[in-house]
């Protein structure tokens, strides 16, 4: 990291990604493990809770959102600090092994969602040829391939982090 190219945005977000505030929550790979799992279980609640709340009207799913937002924030605060900010902190403000990290887990998530798009369209194009009605399948398909495109080069990083080396 070069710090003469960096703004003065660059360098809060990497003091902020590299704050250990926390660390307890990803400090070993069964606990990152757990925090991604928990993150993508919060993470089709509140679809689900939201899909809830636009179908019918109901309060509760509002509130079901309301009370996973604080959950689902702390999760994705936890990944982004186990990976010290690698896929928010700007290029420019990454050395060439976090650069090198970064497309590996680019290509890596791609790769993966690649395979569940595929998944679905399969599974969607055998329900409609076997006579189900597309229609209401149609926006909770969609936005499940958007949340899991969004996230899933987080979750990927998350579970490529190695361990901290230990203190002497």
Known sequence: MSDARLTRYDRWMYTTMNRRVGARLYATEGRR????????????????????????????GVWAMAALLLPWCTATGAI??????????????????????????????????????????VAVGGYGLGGGDLTALTLPVLLGALVT???MPMWVAGLRVRDEPAEE
């Open 33 to 60: 493990r757990v925090l991604v799992g928990v993150h993508a279980v919060l993470t089709g609640a509140f679809v689900t809770a939201w899909f809830a709340a636009i179908a019918d009207g109901s309060k509760a």
């Open 80 to 121: 982004n600090a186990a990976t010290r900010g690698l896929l928010e902190l700007r290029r420019r403000a990454l050395d060439e092994r976090q650069r090198g990290e970064r497309s590996e887990v680019l290509a890596r998530a791609h790769r993966i969602t690649t395979a569940l798009l595929l998944a679905t369209v």
């Open 149 to 151: 495109h969004w996230l």
